[in-house]
């Protein structure tokens, strides 16, 4: 057992670690594994709680470098991440990490399972996303999401957040399900459709401002159960 987390088996080679309002995701192929993300708390629960539900060699790839996304990677190997968000993460005190570079189109070979690398930028400025051509998923980070995105403070951008819904839109057709690390643990391509209006419409001046839920430098702007926090 590991207080504070609860994981959950959403198909086979997939489960989803929760903790709190976080979550990161371990994809297993068959000669390797993939976790999406490592939580929050800066312990090595992640790592131990993978290691009993794989023995295959595990890589670590990060979504964006927040540090509810980041808090166990100590417990695995030099991270991959995409430069554009290297600044974004040594800004959060990761000074002594090596980081693998990940580029756009790069493809992640599990064994029977591939995932493709996407930049999305907008939340955070080398956010990125993982398509599973082969199962018709993707794994998206902050980028989407039913429940509430950042858009404020340093290296965030509305106007980049929306190209990258845009972005995604467009490659809808390649997958049905949506997994994003807050909010419902699996959402429908629709998803995607719906938050890229809520942000235009936010963009437009078409959405109210009210003062958001905890204490935050910005405004909350609500659309169809969406906070987009601005």
Known sequence: MHEGF???????????????????????????????????????????IVAELTDKPVDLVFTHSDPDHTGGQDGFGAPMLHPSEYDHYFARGN??????????????DLGGTSLEAVLVPGHTPGSLAFLDRAHRRIFVGD???????????????????????????????????????HGSEA????????????????????????????DLPCKAYEYEGIMLLY
């Open 6 to 48: 609860d994981v959950k088996q959403l198909g086979e080679g997939l489960w989803a670690i929760n903790e709190d309002m976080v979550r990161c995701f371990l994809v297993v192929g068959s000669e390797r594994a993939l976790l999406i993300d490592c939580c929050m708390r800066k312990s090595l629960d992640v790592s131990q």
């Open 143 to 181: 980028t989407v999401s039913d429940a509430w995105v950042y858009l404020f403070s340093a290296g965030r951008s509305l106007q980049a957040f929306i190209a990258s819904l845009k972005k995604l839109e467009g490659m809808a057709a390649s997958f049905d399900t949506v997994y994003p690390c």
């Open 95 to 108: 000074t002594a990490r090596d980081l693998r570079p990940l580029w756009e189109g790069a493809v992640l």
């Open 187 to 214: 959402l429908g391509a629709g998803s995607v459709s719906t938050l890229k209006t809520a942000a235009e419409k936010l963009l437009a001046g078409e959405l109210v401002g009210v003062d958001p839920p905890r």
